[in-house]
Structure formats: C-alpha cells, structure tokens
Nanobody, 115 residues
C-alpha cells in the first residue's frame, strides 16, 4: 500500500489549494478515505472523509463550507479542495485509508497559510 500526497505549499490567507493523494497497492475504489492534518506543535485533527463510491462526504466543523473532499476511482486519486484558507489551516496534511480504523497513512504534504 502506498499513499503519496502532493499539492501543498505556501499561500496567503484567502487563497485556495487542491491537495492530491495518489493511491497504489490496493483496490482504491473499495475503501473509505480520509484527510487528517497536524498543525505545528499540536495533535492530529481529522479533516474529512469520503465513502468509496463518492456518495457521502463528511467534514470537520472547522473546515465545513471551505474544504471539499472528492475522489476519482478511475485514477486512484483522492483530492481535497481547500478554499478560503486561514492561518489556522497551516498543517501537515495526511491522506489516510480507512479499514475499520485508519490503517495506512501517507507521509503528508505541508500547507502553510501566511501573509
């Protein structure tokens, strides 16, 4: 199993970014997937989850209305569209496979929101 995140970077408040997670080594379309983040010096925070068929998505209150999770099962890729970024969104963002728990994690992509 391999999960490789990309798309992070340094942006200003109010900007947008789209994170991607390329999945391999398993049947991507049969697993729920999530994004989890860790801000500097803080613990892990679940951000968003998507069911395997794109039917249902869930977001943390802290990002609701600004972040959108999606997936392309044909490309084995998970996305996180982040709009209206705030300094408090600064974190390392992880792509996570769900299998009765979070069983595989990528190495993360860093998002820094600063003016």
């Amino acid at each position: 199993v391999q999960l490789v995140e990309s798309g992070g970077g340094l942006v200003q408040p109010g900007d947008s970014l789209r994170l991607s997670c390329a999945a391999s080594g398993f049947t991507f379309s049969t697993y729920y997937m999530s994004w989890v983040r860790q801000a500097p010096g803080k613990g892990l925070e679940w951000v968003s989850q998507i069911t395997y068929d794109n039917g249902n998505t869930y977001c943390a209150d802290s990002v609701k209305g600004r972040f959108t999770i999606s997936r392309d099962n044909a490309k084995n890729t998970l996305y996180l569209q982040m709009n209206g970024l705030k300094p408090e969104d600064t974190a390392l963002y992880y792509c996570v496979r769900e299998n009765y728990g979070m069983d595989y994690w990528g190495k993360g992509t860093l998002v820094t929101v600063s003016s």
